[in-house]
């Protein structure tokens, strides 16, 4: 079962920042949040994953709230492109990859022109 | 970054015949990959999880005679889906876990249409 809530669907204009939230109230200390979005017929796409600090790649940023209840994927400038569905996903994947990522239903970010 | 290839991206195949859909992860070894399957509008659901070496571990609900994957490099995993019913028909995805960097990178899936 996915350990995560997601709003099932957010709209932004394009250019704009997207906040995308994400509750994991039940995460585990050794659970990474993982972040990855599914354009239609499309594989997922990672985007970005964190354990405890914020994080930030050239994709998105990851806020993490200091208790790890919580977090937030930032597109920083929104484009049409970005319209997918994105996933929160939480998993204490190790480096022999013991763990699996499991998919709940995600949010369906819709940019808007 | 690291790519994930399936092949074939789309197949067409007839009621009660076998089909092979062949998972790569082209520029890092794999020693864990997962198979999904995923129906129109719907989320990913985890059909099994791959070790290079070993059986794989299905998930409650998915036949293992039906769906047979074998692992047998650290770059390869196949997923053959045996006769083949037109329920069958589905977007199969596969993922890899790229050792030593906490992440699974996944594959452009597979179109499965039986008829």
């Known amino acids: 079962d996915a350990k995560t809530t997601q709003p099932p669907s957010m709209d932004c204009a394009e250019g704009r920042a997207a906040n995308l939230p994400c509750n994991h109230s039940?995460?585990?200390?050794?659970?990474?949040v993982y972040w990855y979005r599914q354009i239609h017929s499309q594989g997922p796409q990672y985007i970005i994953h964190g354990l405890k600090n914020n994080e930030t790649n050239e994709m998105a940023s990851l806020i993490i709230t200091e208790d790890r209840k919580s977090s937030t994927l930032i597109l920083p400038h929104a484009t049409l492109r970005d319209t997918a569905v994105y996933y929160c996903?939480?998993?204490?994947?190790?480096?022999?990859?013991?763990?699996?990522?499991?998919f709940g239903t995600g949010t369906r970010l819709t940019i808007i022109p | 970054g690291a790519v994930v290839s399936q092949h074939p991206s789309r197949v067409i195949c007839k009621s009660g015949t076998s089909v092979k859909i062949e998972c790569r992860s082209l520029?890092?070894?794999?020693?864990?990959m997962f198979w999904y399957r995923q129906f129109p509008k719907q989320s990913l659901m985890l059909m099994a999880t791959?070790?290079?070496?070993?059986?794989?571990?299905?998930e409650q609900g998915v036949e293992k005679d039906k769906f047979l994957i074998n692992h047998a490099s650290l770059t390869l995993s196949t997923l053959t889906v045996t006769s083949a019913h037109p329920e069958d028909s589905s977007f199969y995805i596969c993922?890899?876990?790229?050792?030593?960097?906490?992440?699974?990178?996944f594959g452009e899936g597979s179109w499965l249409t039986v008829v």
């Open positions: 520029d890092f070894q794999a020693t864990t």
């Open positions: 039940t995460i585990s200390g050794n659970e990474y």
């Open positions: 791959s070790n290079e070496g070993s059986k794989a571990t299905y």
């Open positions: 993922s890899a876990v790229k050792t030593g960097y906490n992440t699974i990178y």
């Open positions: 996903i939480v998993s204490a994947l190790s480096n022999f990859g013991n763990e699996k990522l499991t």
